[in-house]
């Protein structure tokens, strides 16, 4: 995972302008958990065989862009962008960045949780929610093939 092209679409299980949530991304050696108000969506886990850099060897940064996907991100293109509602923006309020503390490892790694959440947890949220993973994307990587984590046992 060194480089983009991973995203996932999800269509919540709530309206989020109608009430403040808490969207959070724990960043460990181990594993890379997206959460909203503590509930798993997404996790990435660290396995050397899979490949890429994420999380042991680069620094965590959080982005926060909107970009014109049509072609693939709006459900293969189904669905358009309604620019008659443009221009659009993204705000981010109460933004905090928590550091685990440092652990005592040689490495002086911090540890907040090794543990990715429980896989049937986690896997009813994707089973109910999720509208588009690259990984299912046969038409996107046609010429090069899908990306390795998304092909490994």
Request: hydrophobic share 30%; charged share 25%; with cysteine.
């Amino acid at each position: 995972m060194n480089v983009g092209n991973r995203e996932q679409q999800f269509r919540l299980w709530f309206d989020p302008t109608k009430d403040f949530y808490t969207y959070s991304v724990e960043w460990t050696p181990k594993n890379i958990i997206f959460l909203i108000d503590g509930t798993a969506i997404r996790v990435y886990k660290h396995e050397p065989s899979r490949g890429g850099t994420f999380p042991t060897q680069r620094h965590m940064r959080r982005d926060g862009s909107l970009w014109y996907a049509d072609d693939w991100a709006t459900q293969g293109g189904r669905v358009k962008t309604d620019w008659t509602h443009a221009p659009f923006y993204a705000y981010y309020r109460n933004l905090r960045v928590t550091p685990c503390a440092p652990s005592s490892s040689p490495a002086g790694v911090a540890l907040c949780s090794d543990e990715a959440p429980a896989s049937a947890a986690l896997q009813k949220v994707r089973a109910e929610h999720l509208l588009y993973g690259y990984c299912e994307d046969q038409n996107r990587f046609k010429d090069t093939g899908l990306p390795k984590e998304c092909t490994a046992d």
